[in-house]
């Protein structure tokens, strides 16, 4: 079965300062990999996704994340952050032709003025 | 607007009540879940369906019940066996047709007093 490991639960990161969340995962099957980020009280969003093709993912907010497949992860990045992007992120896979899709622990970002 | 319907955004429920969450979606998705949401575990799933009259136990369904009578529909019933169920749940559908992307309500805040 597939699982998603986000190595950190929290992530304090300066305004203007680039920022990692890391996640790998694990799975014998080709997968899709997702990133998701949650405000205050609200539904998820989706970030981005990993279909297939180019390794290197852009989505919304200036975030981007790169699949490696020899290292199964699937680490998000976003070169200068901003106060608006303090949010929990999520990042979470599926498996081809599988409809359950499993979700990270999550990692709240805090950034600080 | 298309999208995914939860309500009540707030719900009160007294020890040993059974109560429904709703959740309708009109993006003419197959697929739909409930995921439960407490602090420092992420999301984890409790039901999902992937057609009309049919649906599989997630990872954490005992205490919850679920029908899919309607392709729009997906109700959550959390039942007096539920012995913790104070949570915040978040119902969400997939569109299969661009890999298993999942969409999100904006959530239910259930809280047992």
């Known amino acids: 079965a597939q699982s998603v490991t986000q190595l950190d639960s929290q992530v304090p990161v300066f305004e203007e300062a680039p920022v990692e969340l890391r996640c790998n995962y694990s799975s014998s099957v080709s997968v899709y990999l997702f990133w998701y980020v949650q405000y205050p009280n609200q539904g998820l969003q989706l970030l981005l996704k990993y279909l297939s093709g180019s390794t290197l993912v852009k989505g919304i907010n200036g975030f981007e994340a790169e699949f490696n497949k020899s290292q199964t992860s699937f680490h998000l990045r976003k070169p200068s952050v901003h106060i608006s992007d303090t949010a929990e992120y999520f990042c979470?896979?599926?498996?081809?032709?599988?409809?359950?899709?499993?979700f990270g622990k999550g990692t709240r970002l805090h950034i600080l003025p | 607007d298309g999208g995914i319907t939860q309500s009540p955004k707030y719900l009160f429920r007294k020890e040993g009540q059974n109560v429904t969450l709703s959740c309708e979606q009109n993006l003419n998705h197959d697929a739909m879940y409930w995921y439960r949401q407490d602090p420092g575990q992420g999301l984890r799933l409790i039901y999902y369906s992937q057609i009309v009259n049919d649906f599989q136990k997630g990872d954490i369904a005992e205490g919850y019940s679920v029908s899919r009578e309607k392709k729009e529909s997906f109700p959550l019933t959390v039942t007096s066996a539920q012995k913790n169920p104070t949570a915040f749940y978040l119902c969400?559908?997939?569109?299969?047709?661009?890999?298993?992307?999942?969409?999100f309500g904006e959530g239910s805040w259930l809280t047992v007093v």
């Open positions: 979470a896979v599926s498996v081809n032709r599988d409809d359950k899709i499993i």
């Open positions: 969400a559908s997939n569109d299969r047709g661009t890999g298993n992307t999942i969409y």
